[in-house]
């Protein structure tokens, strides 16, 4: 497949070339000027991915919270009025 460098070259990359497909687009994403990083201790890209899941778990559940709390808030008022 034809790739355009970040150079602005254009380069022929083909799948069957590389042994799998982690190699394949990483070489892809190498051609357009991306750096990755490389984690030598998978113990510590277990422990962020983690980490990150348990923020995101948070916040969600932050706002499903509040967002509930203003439903029965929203709710309660309108029957006072009446």
């Known amino acids: ?3 355009q460098k970040h ?3 254009v380069v022929v990359l083909n799948r069957f070339d590389y042994v799998n497909d982690v190699e394949y687009y990483t070489a892809i994403l190498r051609t357009k ?3 990755i990083k490389a984690t030598s201790d998978p113990d510590t890209r277990v422990l962020a ?3 990150n899941k348990m923020a ?3 916040t969600k559940t932050n706002t499903n919270t509040n967002t509930k709390t203003k439903t029965n808030t929203k709710t309660n008022s309108h029957f006072r009025n009446k």
Do not use: Y
């Open 56 to 58: 995101a778990s948070n």
């Open 1 to 3: 497949m034809l790739f």
């Open 7 to 9: 150079t602005g070259r």
């Open 49 to 51: 991915a983690l980490k």
């Open 33 to 35: 000027g991306v750096q």
